[in-house]
C-alpha cells in the first residue's frame, strides 16, 4: 500500500494504491466515511487489479481550498484529470458507496469512454433525499438548514416526536442522529452538502451514455436499508436494460462489508 497526495489549485486529495496490475479500479466511500471503510475490498482484490481508495472532500486526510467555494463538476472533472495523469490511468473501473456513489455517477457523465464498469452501492444521486433537498435550498432557507446543524435541540425532539408517532422510521433517526451527534461532525454535515450543492448526476445522460457503451453496470442494495431503497432506485435500473440490481440481506451501513462478502463467494465474479 502507497499513501498519495494530488495536489490540486482546489485543495489536496488523499488516496491509497493497492497493487500494481493493470485494471484499475477507483473506490470512493460514504459520507461521514473515509477511505479505510473499503479495508474489506481489498480481500478481494487480485493480482491484476490496481485499487486506489480515495478520501473524499471534507474526510479523512483532504482538505478544500474554502467553504465559499462550491465543488462544481467542471472542477471535478479537471481534479479527476489531474489525478489520472499523475498515475498514469487511462482506463478504469467505478466502486461508489452512498454519497461516493453520486461521485462516481458524475464521474462516469463525465469520462463515459474511459470508464469500464461501475459498481453502485446503495448510490446518493438517482433518486434525491430530504437531507440533500434541505441543504439545496435556495437563499434564506439555506440558513434553516444552518441553523439546524449546529442548534440541533429542537430538530432532534421534533424527530423523537415523529418517531414515537410511527411517522418516521427508527433507522433514519438513528443514521441522522449518529451523524450528527457532535458540533464536529454537524460541521462536516453543513459544508460537504453547502460545498457539494452542484454535485448532481445528470442522470438522462447517464441513462443515454450506458446504453450506447454498453457500461456493466451493478446496482446493490440491501434488503434493511431505508435510506436507500432498490424500489427508489427502480426507475432508473429499468432504463438501462443490461444493468444488474442484487438485494442484499443487509441494512445502509453494513452494505460494503456485504458486498464484498458476495462478491468473494460468488463464482466466477469479476468485482463490477
Known amino acids: 500500500m502507497i499513501e498519495k497526495v494530488l495536489e490540486t489549485s482546489f485543495g ?8 500494481g ?6 473506490l470512493f ?3 461521514g466515511q473515509n477511505r479505510k471503510a473499503f479495508k474489506e475490498f481489498l480481500k478481494i482484490r487480485k ?3 490496481t485499487f486506489y481508495l480515495i478520501d473524499i472532500y471534507y474526510h479523512g486526510q483532504c482538505s478544500w481550498v474554502s467553504s465559499k467555494n462550491t465543488l462544481t463538476k467542471v472542477k471535478w472533472e ?16 467505478l466502486v461508489g458507496y452512498s454519497m461516493g456513489g453520486k461521485f462516481s455517477l458524475v464521474t462516469y457523465e463525465l469520462f463515459p469512454t ?3 464498469s461501475l459498481l453502485l452501492m446503495a448510490p446518493d444521486g438517482i433518486k434525491t433525499g430530504f437531507w440533500y433537498n434541505m441543504a439545496t435550498f435556495p437563499g434564506g432557507l439555506n440558513n434553516i438548514f444552518k441553523h439546524v446543524v449546529f442548534h440541533p435541540e429542537r430538530f432532534f425532539k421534533t424527530m423523537d416526536l415523529l418517531n414515537k408517532l410511527g411517522l418516521l422510521e427508527k433507522s433514519i433517526m438513528k443514521f441522522v442522529e449518529s451523524q450528527m451527534k457532535t458540533r464536529t461532525m454537524r460541521a462536516q454535515v453543513y459544508f460537504t452538502w453547502i460545498v457539494f450543492k452542484p454535485i448532481k448526476p445528470n442522470l438522462g445522460k447517464i441513462i443515454q451514455f450506458a446504453r450506447e457503451q454498453k457500461t456493466p453496470i451493478t446496482l446493490v442494495t440491501g434488503e434493511f436499508d431505508m435510506m436507500v431503497t432498490s424500489n427508489n432506485l427502480s426507475k432508473f435500473s ?3 436494460p443490461h444493468l444488474i440490481s442484487i438485494e442484499l ?3 445502509h451501513n453494513t452494505l460494503i462489508e456485504a458486498t464484498s462478502h458476495y462478491l468473494k463467494n460468488k463464482k466466477n465474479s469479476k468485482i463490477e
Open 12 to 19: 489536496n486529495l488523499a488516496y491509497e494504491k493497492h497493487g
Open 249 to 251: 440481506p443487509c441494512g
Open 78 to 93: 479537471e481534479i479527476i484529470n489531474q489525478f489520472l495523469d499523475q498515475e498514469q490511468v487511462a482506463t478504469f473501473h
Open 114 to 116: 474511459r470508464i469500464l
Open 29 to 31: 466511500h460514504g459520507f
Open 238 to 240: 429499468s432504463k438501462i
Open 47 to 49: 493480482q491484476k487489479h
Open 21 to 26: 496490475g493493470p485494471e484499475v479500479y477507483l
